[in-house]
Every structure is written in structure tokens, then in C-alpha cells.
T-cell receptor, first 111, second 113 residues
Framework: AQSVTQLDSQVPVFEEAPVELRCNYS??????LFWYVQYPNQGLQLLLKYLSGSTLVKGINGFEAEFNKSQTSFHLRKPSVHISDTAEYFCAVSRYEKLTFGTGTRLTIIP | DGGITQSPKYLFRKEGQNVTLSCEQN?????MYWYRQDPGQGLRLIYY???????QKGDIAEGYSVSREKKESFPLTVTSAQKNPTAFYLC????????????FGQGTRLTVV
């Protein structure tokens, strides 16, 4: 079975400060990892994905994530956040055709 | 433009009534998904389908049913057996393969009174 744990339900950050959103996964076999973003009352859109190769993955809007196999983590980072980054962020794991999401982290930017 | 269309955006139903949520995609994707979103619980997988006339239960399938008669359509029926049907429902699709990006509709907010 596959699962994803997002350790923080809410993260407040001052504007222009760095942020890290944490994600840990569990699976007995190799999986593929994704980060999605959801703006209020909308569907989700892809930020980035880890398939294989380099453990540092760059995505849209200045976000990046680091895959750590030994710690089974895939944390999302941004060096300097903006008001427009206010949204909910979801980590997801995919094995075969099943796509499973975490509980989400609400990122709030403080002006 | 290609994309996924969910309709309606808002839906109200009386308790005890079945209701069907529509999901149509013109992306030529084989795999389609239904998720339920509740505050603090993230997205929970209800059903998914990889091919026409075949689908698999997700993690919270009880009280729901689906059909996949056409590649582009994957309607979800919320039955009266679903204990807490009020939620935000999201449909998604993607190409076959675990490494492909999922595309989402704008969601349907179902309120049962």
C-alpha cells in the first residue's frame, strides 16, 4: 500500500522569507512523487514531479523539491515567497495507476 | 481548448436522493479519477478507471458508484447510502502510466440538506 504524510496542516510565512513544506511517503516499491497546488475553489495544478535521476527537481513559480530515498521524503521549498503563493499544497504518490494524495498544507503569506 | 469539465459547479440535494456528478474530458486520456475533498482530510480517492468498461475502488468507495461507457466520460453517482455526502468533488484524468501528470476539473460542491 502507498501513502503520503504531510506533517504540517498550516504554515504561516512572512513575505519574501523562505518556506519548506514537508512530505513523507511510504511504499514497499518504487513510486513516483508529485506536488500540486490548489487555489481557492479550484482544481489542482502540477507544480513539479520526481520520476528518476537528479534528486533536486525544479518546478513552476520558483518552487523546487528534493527527493530523499533514505528518509522517504520529498519536501517542497521556495527561497522567497510572495503573496500570490497563498494556496493549499498537496503531495502525491503514484504507483501503477493509483494516485494518492496527502492531507494538504495551507500556506499563508504574511505581508 | 482541451480540458476537463465538471458540472454543475454547485449542487443541492435532499437527503436520501441519489445524485450524479458529471465529468467529461477531451484530452484523450485513458485514466480517470474521482476524489472527495473535505477540510483537513485532503483528497481521498473514490474510484478510478484505466479503460472503458473497467474501474477500481479507491479508498472510500462505499456509498458511491461510477460507470465508464465512453473514454471521455466518467460520471459519479452519490447514493443515499453515503452517510456524509456533503463535500467538494474533484475529477481528474491522465495518460496511462504512474509517471504522468494528472489534470483536474474545477470541482463540484455538493450540499445535501
Amino acid at each position: 500500500a502507498q501513502s503520503v504524510t504531510q506533517l504540517d496542516s498550516q504554515v504561516p510565512v512572512f513575505e519574501e522569507a523562505p518556506v519548506e513544506l514537508r512530505c513523507n511517503y511510504s511504499s514497499s516499491v518504487s513510486v513516483y512523487l508529485f506536488w500540486y497546488v490548489q487555489y481557492p475553489n479550484q482544481g489542482l495544478q502540477l507544480l513539479l514531479k520526481y520520476l528518476s535521476g537528479s534528486t533536486l527537481v525544479k518546478g513552476i513559480n520558483g518552487f523546487e523539491a528534493e527527493f530523499n530515498k533514505s528518509q522517504t521524503s520529498f519536501h517542497l521549498r521556495k527561497p522567497s515567497v510572495h503573496i500570490s503563493d497563498t494556496a493549499e499544497y498537496f503531495c502525491a504518490v503514484s504507483r501503477y495507476e493509483k494516485l494518492t494524495f496527502g492531507t494538504g498544507t495551507r500556506l499563508t503569506i504574511i505581508p | 481548448d482541451g480540458g476537463i469539465t465538471q458540472s454543475p459547479k454547485y449542487l443541492f440535494r435532499k437527503e436520501g436522493q441519489n445524485v450524479t456528478l458529471s465529468c467529461e474530458q477531451n484530452l484523450n486520456h485513458d485514466a480517470m479519477y474521482w476524489y472527495r475533498q473535505d477540510p483537513g482530510q485532503g483528497l481521498r480517492l473514490i474510484y478510478y478507471s484505466q479503460i472503458v468498461n473497467d474501474f477500481q475502488k479507491g479508498d472510500i468507495a462505499e456509498g458511491y458508484s461510477v460507470s465508464r461507457e465512453k473514454k471521455e466520460s466518467f460520471p459519479l453517482t452519490v447514493t443515499s447510502a453515503q452517510k456524509n455526502p456533503t463535500a467538494f468533488y474533484l475529477c481528474a484524468s491522465r495518460l496511462l502510466g504512474p509517471n504522468t501528470e494528472a489534470f483536474f476539473g474545477q470541482g463540484t460542491r455538493l450540499t445535501v440538506v
